[in-house]
């Protein structure tokens, strides 16, 4: 691969970094530890509001359809094993998964980040801070 194309590579797994501190702690790789969030890279199921026969009074629930997306529940269910494997291999431990979520909260060093931010199953790593 050119260098161009290693920059190309390089900018584009770095997207997946959702702040600034985070892509400066992968390309530096040090090795302090910070705790993530670690979004999967999977459908998400898409949410709507039935249309109401007649008119509720406002304040009133409505009804909500939950479609789900195209992919089926078992290949969803077997890449976030996958990515479960992967982020135990590298970080050392269980990573805990949240569901609604879809996403992980794993502790990691810039070079885990890097090597997080480089594997297709992840869509973005997101930094966990207090608010």
Do not use: C
């Amino acid at each position: 691969m050119d260098k161009l194309g290693q920059i190309d590579m390089l900018h584009s797994y770095l997207d997946k970094l959702k702040s600034r501190e985070l892509r400066e702690h992968a390309v530096t790789g040090e090795p302090h530890r910070e705790v993530v969030i670690v979004e999967m890279d999977l459908p998400h199921p898409i949410v709507g509001i039935l249309p109401e026969p007649g008119r509720l009074p406002s304040g009133w629930p409505k009804k909500f359809l939950v479609e789900t997306p195209d992919e089926n529940e078992s290949e969803s269910g077997r890449r976030i094993d996958d990515a479960k494997r992967f982020l135990k291999r590298l970080v050392g431990f269980e990573p805990r998964y949240l569901s609604s979520s879809q996403a992980f909260i794993v502790e990691a060093n810039g070079i885990q980040l890097s090597e997080i931010a480089q594997n297709p199953l992840f869509a973005a790593v997101w930094p966990n801070r207090n608010i």
